[in-house]
């Protein structure tokens, strides 16, 4: 039948789900928790990575399978999947909030995310582009907040960096009559603008060096060609639109000091 001919190439062209997609992924992940070991990485407090490449692993093994059966639930009611949206949200938030600060101002990490994804997010169903239908929502939302996660915590990490390692010039700037939000800028915008850097060279170089999600997502679902190139370039566009609007939230909430570590 001719409706069956995209579900089956999906199908052979996908990993299979069996025993030996599930040793492979262990091998794998084994693999990088030993490298990791080996290599001594470690943050600049000295904690090591190679316990958290294992659990943030077997996290995902676990969040992925449980989100598979709750997205089949939750697509059958609005209430349901606004719900699975902010729960998608918060999570973003405090994994940010974590990952920059550690302290009681993670909480401001709300405000680069929200204002990158919310708007983005708005456009899209006011104008019909996403539908209010978790199988178009819940992933077009994710891939956003995903986007707006790594840039917030890219920015953050290295904002706060730079302005501890150059403390001094940051007074530098006081002294000379600068007010203390414009001398943090001077020191922390060029550090935090380098979160750009992933999202431009991926947009850059699609087609060329790789092949996003999205696009091999639709072409595997059987759309053509043309069709996911469009969803793609369309993906790419709203990340840099989202991107560029947390970093510079960042950007202000560290230099106004609502982002800091002591």
Same mark, same amino acid.
């Given at each position: 039948?001719?409706?069956?001919? *995209? @579900?089956?190439?999906?199908?052979?062209?996908?990993? +299979?789900?069996?025993?030996?997609?599930?040793?492979?992924?262990?091998?794998?992940?084994?693999?990088?928790?030993?490298?990791? @070991?080996?290599?001594?990485?470690? $943050?600049?407090?000295?904690?090591?990575?190679?316990? &958290?490449?294992?659990?943030?692993?077997? /996290?995902?093994?676990?969040?992925?399978?449980?989100?598979?059966?709750?997205?089949?639930?939750?697509?059958?009611?609005? *209430?349901?999947?606004?719900?699975?949206?902010?729960?998608?949200?918060?999570?973003?938030? /405090?994994?940010?909030?974590?990952?920059?600060?550690?302290?009681?101002?993670?909480?401001?990490?709300?405000? *680069?995310?929200?204002?990158?994804?919310?708007?983005?997010?708005?456009?899209?169903?006011?104008?019909?582009?996403? +539908?209010?239908?978790?199988?178009?929502?819940?992933?077009?939302?994710?891939?956003?907040?995903?986007?707006?996660?790594?840039?917030?915590?890219?920015?953050?990490?290295?904002?706060? $960096?730079?302005?501890?390692? /150059?403390?001094?010039?940051?007074?530098?700037?006081?002294?000379?009559?600068?007010? $203390?939000?414009?001398?943090?800028?001077?020191?922390?915008?060029?550090?935090?603008?380098?979160?750009?850097? +992933?999202?431009?060279?991926?947009?850059?170089?699609?087609?060329?060096?790789?092949?996003?999600? &999205?696009?091999?997502?639709? !072409?595997?679902?059987?759309?053509? *060609?043309?069709?996911?190139? @469009?969803?793609?370039?369309?993906?790419?566009?709203?990340?840099? @639109?989202?991107?560029?609007?947390?970093?510079?939230?960042?950007?202000? !909430?560290?230099?106004?000091?609502?982002?800091?570590?002591?």
């Amino acid at each position: 039948m001719p409706l069956a001919a *995209p @579900a089956t190439l999906a199908d052979e062209a996908l990993l +299979p789900v069996n025993a030996t997609l599930g040793v492979v992924l262990g091998v794998l992940l084994a693999a990088a928790v030993t490298v990791v @070991a080996v290599a001594r990485l470690s $943050d600049q407090e000295g904690h090591g990575y190679a316990r &958290a490449v294992a659990t943030a692993g077997l /996290r995902a093994a676990a969040q992925l399978a449980a989100v598979s059966y709750l997205i089949g639930w939750v697509v059958r009611a609005v *209430p349901l999947l606004l719900c699975f949206v902010a729960l998608m949200f918060a999570v973003a938030v /405090r994994t940010a909030g974590r990952r920059i600060t550690g302290n009681r101002t993670w909480w401001w990490t709300a405000a *680069p995310i929200g204002a990158g994804v919310l708007p983005v997010v708005a456009v899209l169903l006011l104008t019909g582009l996403v +539908p209010v239908e978790g199988i178009a929502l819940i992933p077009v939302t994710g891939i956003l907040i995903g986007g707006a996660l790594t840039a917030t915590v890219l920015s953050g990490r290295r904002a706060l $960096d730079e302005l501890r390692q /150059r403390h001094g010039e940051v007074e530098a700037g006081l002294a000379l009559g600068l007010l $203390d939000r414009d001398a943090r800028l001077e020191i922390a915008r060029p550090a935090a603008s380098d979160a750009l850097l +992933p999202g431009l060279d991926q947009t850059r170089t699609v087609g060329l060096v790789t092949l996003p999600g &999205a696009f091999v997502g639709m !072409l595997l679902g059987g759309a053509s *060609p043309v069709l996911a190139g @469009a969803v793609q370039l369309f993906v790419l566009v709203a990340l840099m @639109a989202v991107q560029a609007v947390a970093v510079t939230v960042v950007l202000e !909430l560290v230099a106004r000091g609502r982002l800091h570590r002591g």
